[in-house]
């Protein structure tokens, strides 16, 4: 059974930074396709990260050039490094892994498993 489990989570200030961690079990680590997603209140989940088996790393626009994804095969983790935080990176950071068949482009509908979700909280 496929588990993940967020953390790292919490409130920062704007300009701050955070770092997340997703601890995965119960799939072959070192070949999933992994991204982080999150969540505003009242607004759509969206793409923020993702890095493949060969770290093929996609960003999106909005995080591009402030976050940092990674992943230790060893520790069958992966983290998200958040810089200059802004009060818009506010919400509920979810790991997820990607079907095998799924080409990713932080599309949700590509995903197959799902972590619970770790809250960011920013303030100006």
């Known amino acids: 059974q496929v588990q993940l489990v967020e953390s790292g989570g919490g409130s920062g200030q704007a300009g701050g930074s955070l770092r997340l961690s997703c601890a995965g079990s119960g799939y072959t680590y070192r070949r999933a396709y992994m991204a982080w997603f999150r969540q505003a209140p009242g607004k759509e989940r969206e793409g923020v990260a993702s890095?493949?088996?060969?770290?093929?790393?996609d960003y999106a626009d909005s995080v591009l050039g402030r976050f940092d994804i990674s992943r230790d095969n060893y520790k069958n983790t992966m983290y998200l490094r958040m810089n200059r935080l802004k009060p818009d990176d506010t919400g509920m950071y979810y790991c997820s892994v990607y079907g095998d068949s799924s080409c990713g482009d932080l599309r949700a509908d590509g995903v197959d498993h799902w972590g619970k979700g770790t809250l960011v909280t920013v303030a100006s």
């Open positions: 890095i493949s088996s060969d770290w093929s790393i």
